[in-house]
């Protein structure tokens, strides 16, 4: 399935939802579920029969702090989270560790992202192969996470997006020396 037709659709159809594109969804309830249905929508679309492998991850909550979707593969030992955020965000594949009933460690992918066309093309692409990914190999997950970065960055808005890069002291230096105020 190419996701640009599908994703312009799914945008149709929930541009005509009350208080699109749904910023105010810590507190009003249809935009919470509207949210939840967006990314489901696109979840199982980009997973296809994967989809019906995974399910609820976690409590959903109408909260800033609360994913809006998140669902679960143990058999693949998946988890995708997707939070809400109003101006883009960004996504990485991560290693989560066990719970005390876990037998193994959990292959994650977060994506934080607004509702723009871009974000959501990048998001969907990103569901797809992560669904379907073999990432049993060693390096396996950060290939895919750098292939992932190479493809769907700008998509995010950072067109030098480095999720492994954190802040250093020059981020808040001038050219200059001079901090920024």
């Known amino acids: 399935m190419t996701p640009h037709p599908f994703i ?3 945008l149709e159809k929930y541009k005509k939802a009350p208080s699109f594109p749904f910023h105010d969804w810590v507190e009003n309830p249809v935009s919470f579920y509207a949210l939840i249905n967006l990314w489901d929508d696109i979840f199982k679309a980009a997973a296809g029969k994967v989809a019906l492998e995974f399910v609820a991850a976690n409590e959903i909550k109408q909260d800033p702090d609360s994913k809006v979707y998140s669902v679960v593969h143990l058999g693949l030992s998946r988890i995708v989270h ?30 934080i992202s607004d509702i723009s066309r871009p974000q959501l093309i990048a998001s969907f692409e990103i569901l797809r192969e992560f669904a379907r990914a073999d990432l049993s190999a060693p390096g396996a997950r ?7 970065v190479a493809r769907f ?21 001038d050219q200059n020396g001079n901090e920024d105020t």
């Open 82 to 111: 997707v939070s809400h955020d109003d101006e883009g965000g960004l996504f990485f594949l991560s290693e989560s560790q066990p719970g005390p009933d876990d037998d193994a460690p959990l292959d994650r992918l977060e994506i």
């Open 153 to 173: 960055k700008n998509a995010f808005g950072y067109p030098d997006f480095d999720p492994f890069r954190g802040p250093s002291v020059d981020d808040d230096e």
């Open 142 to 148: 950060s290939a895919l996470e750098k292939d992932f």
């Open 8 to 10: 312009d659709t799914l």
